[in-house]
């Protein structure tokens, strides 16, 4: 059974940078999981950010940002804001199957 | 803007069938460019993905629940469906249905608002 891992919880202050990853058992995480991201607020559904490890979706403010980092598949907020206090899951691909990752609370303060 | 939207019964009894269905607002259900997803998120808990169909009807689903699930597709309704057998308070959650692409770029885009079925007697 694969696991995807990321940090239970990061915190940040507004305006500042905070980066979510998100590992694999089976090894580095490569372009070929192509790593999408999403980000969940309390009572909604999970709304998509990036795919493919790097590309916005047209609705994706540009403080998001997406990359391979040490092995692992990144989610980089820069500037956050209020707003983006929510937690945040990371998919993988495995070939024809999914696994999402734990997700990350993360809290502006 | 793609709408999806998932309906079905909220209560479903211990060992009986759960039953739901996915409507999708336009025609991209009947193109070969998607993959019609379904995933949960139990109470409090992370996203679990559970399978999805192709229009070709090709369909793949999760190791865990495989043995208990399937995924049809109706696209004259525009329609694709849920069904998870002999289930347990243990399936109790959220379940979402949502847009794969099933050629590079790889992505999942839209998701229903999600809909909560518990299982109870």
């Known amino acids: 059974q694969t696991v995807v891992t990321q940090e239970p919880s990061l915190t940040v202050s507004p305006g500042g940078t905070v980066t979510v990853t998100c590992a694999s058992s089976t090894g580095a995480v490569t372009s070929y999981h192509y790593p999408n991201w999403f980000q969940q607020k309390p009572g909604q559904a999970p709304r998509a950010l990036i795919y493919t490890t790097n590309n916005r979706h047209s609705w994706t403010p540009d403080r998001f940002s997406g990359s391979l980092l040490g092995g692992k598949a990144a989610l980089t907020l820069s500037g956050v804001q209020p707003e983006d206090e929510a937690e945040y899951y990371c998919l993988l691909y495995y070939g024809t199957t999914r696994v999402f990752g734990g997700g990350t609370k993360l809290t502006v303060l | 803007q793609v709408q999806l939207q998932e309906s079905g019964p909220g209560l479903v009894k211990p060992s009986q069938t759960l039953s739901l269905t996915c409507t999708v607002s336009?025609?991209?259900?009947?193109?070969?460019?998607?993959?019609w997803t379904w995933i949960r998120q139990h109470p409090g808990k992370g996203l679990e993905w559970i399978g999805y169909?192709?229009?070709?009807?090709?369909?793949y689903y999760s190791t865990s629940l495989e043995n208990r699930v399937s995924i049809s597709l109706d696209t004259s309704k525009k329609q694709f469906s849920l069904r998870l057998t002999s289930v347990t308070a243990a399936d109790t959650a959220v379940y979402y249905c949502a847009r794969d692409s099933s050629g590079f770029p790889y992505y999942i885009d839209y998701w229903g608002q999600g809909t909560l079925v518990t299982v109870s007697s």
């Open positions: 169909i192709h229009y070709s009807g090709k369909t």
């Open positions: 336009d025609g991209s259900i009947s193109s070969g460019g998607y993959y």
